[in-house]
């Protein structure tokens, strides 16, 4: 996770809005306009594998959302969910209308599913349409079908009841299906191929060449879950001089809570580990909610001693959802912020993200915080409103910089500006995070 070199909010106050949270990405090109003309509908047969995690991401979300991250490997415990994509002008009706079924083989054994029907059918946007989408409502131009006309495929997901068995040993999984139309039509699909890994493979093979993999591998967490190699995260946390971070710390939690499988596989080898990573895996997994009774016995006594002393020594993780302003603790509502992202990249949640655009209801303390730096005058001192101000810059800034890397942040983003529940002062800012001056560095 990208570090910064001074606090956080000094960053603000020195420019104007906080930087680090997510690497800058291209500009994306806009798409091209589609020519008004009927398209020829066709299955597209090659299946994509995804968690099943990618069907909670899209809770709620508009029909028309950005492409997910297929699934290349997958672990012991996870769930999987097929995608099969058609293109054409008809593409939604003929995903619906089959009938399909599946086969997993794997390890010597096969589990069949029939009868099969979507459990929903997604738009896949085009590359750049949330930018060219931007831009038109920019220039308040007419967008209405803009997105149909930037979505040329749609995926139809089925959530597979098929887990990556506990004691599974390292192997590839085989996964083949038919699609069967109204008329009796029978179209075999192309194999789809996922690589498996033990948790032994994990820790053998799994290790990170530096903290920047390591950062790399957690912006991008949720969308392919690797519980199993956070060891060698933990590994690397130790010669982090600046120390466990809230961030870091709810990312890792976040992970373990989500894997127990992983969790107990960590315990399990602990033992085997240097004594500051058993403390701090310990710690992790007690804020996890892990009982810890059957690992600690595995431990020399003095990790016992040594563990009871940190964790009362140790400051609880604050609540993340707590924006309320403390004076005497200025960094609290972007410490918070920092923690709200950790949650959604170990995740993909949409709430950690809605409490974030929360802070752009503090519009007009950003305008003032926004005059106090074109005036070039120096801050006299941290009021409620300077700090709701910094807030609201915070927020902008970071939710422009994760709509423009992460597209699934940019499908919440466009959600929300139609949702009737959210407030119009938010609904209004969420329009301007990229060109908006209180959200840009100074």
């Not at 995804?50 to 699934?71: I, Q, S």
């Not at 996922?194 to 948790?199: G, N, T, V």
């Amino acid at each position: 996770m990208p570090r910064a070199k001074i606090p956080f909010l000094a960053l603000i106050l020195l420019f104007g809005c906080p930087v680090g949270l997510a690497a800058q990405a291209t500009r994306a090109i806009p798409g091209k306009p589609v020519q008004n003309k009927p398209v020829p509908t066709e299955l597209i047969t090659t299946p994509w594998i995804l968690g099943a995690e990618t069907a909670d991401h899209w809770t709620g979300l508009l029909p028309t959302v950005n492409a997910p991250k297929p699934r290349a490997r997958a672990y012991p415990g996870q769930h999987l969910t097929l995608a099969i994509g058609a293109r054409g002008s008809d593409r939604d009706v003929l995903l619906k209308e089959g009938t399909y079924a599946f086969t997993v083989t794997f390890g010597g054994s096969a589990t069949t599913f029939n009868g099969l029907h979507p459990s929903q059918i997604r738009g896949i946007k085009a590359e750049g349409a949330d930018f060219a989408k931007y831009v038109m409502e920019q220039a308040k131009l007419e967008t209405k079908g803009l997105e149909d006309a930037l979505s040329m495929v749609s995926l139809a997901l089925f959530d597979l009841d098929w887990p990556v068995p506990a004691e599974a040993r390292d192997g590839d999984a085989i996964i083949q299906g038919t699609v069967t139309t109204p008329g009796g039509k029978v179209t075999q699909l192309k194999a789809a191929h996922l690589e498996i890994w033990s948790s032994d493979r994990a820790v053998k093979e799994g290790a990170f060449r530096d903290q920047e993999e390591a950062g790399a591998w957690t912006m991008t967490y949720y969308q392919a879950p690797e519980p199993f190699r956070l060891l060698h995260a933990l590994r690397l946390s130790k010669d982090d001089k600046s120390g466990p971070r809230p961030n870091v710390i709810t990312f890792y939690v976040q992970v373990l809570k989500s894997s127990p499988l992983a969790a107990q596989d960590l315990m399990r080898r602990l033992s085997r580990e240097d004594r500051v990573t058993r403390i701090y895996a310990l710690l992790l997994l007690s804020e996890a909610g892990y009982d810890l009774s059957s690992c600690l016995t595995t431990l020399p006594v003095e990790d016992h001693q040594a563990f009871q002393h940190v964790r009362t020594q140790a400051v609880s993780l604050p609540d993340p959802y707590d924006f309320s302003v403390n004076l005497d603790d200025p960094y609290q509502i972007t410490t918070r912020m920092d923690m709200l992202w950790s949650i959604f990249l170990a995740t993909g949640d949409q709430k950690p993200v809605r409490a974030i655009a929360d802070t752009l209801a503090w519009r007009e303390e950003g305008k003032a915080v926004l005059d106090l730096r074109r005036s070039g005058k120096k801050i006299e001192g941290i009021t409620p409103g300077l700090l709701h101000g910094l807030a609201y810059g915070a927020g902008g800034w970071s939710l422009g910089s994760f709509v423009r890397n992460h597209g699934l942040v940019a499908d919440f983003v466009e959600a929300w500006k139609r949702d009737p529940k959210i407030p119009a002062v938010i609904k209004e800012e969420l329009g301007t995070l990229i060109t908006n001056e209180a959200f840009k560095p100074k």
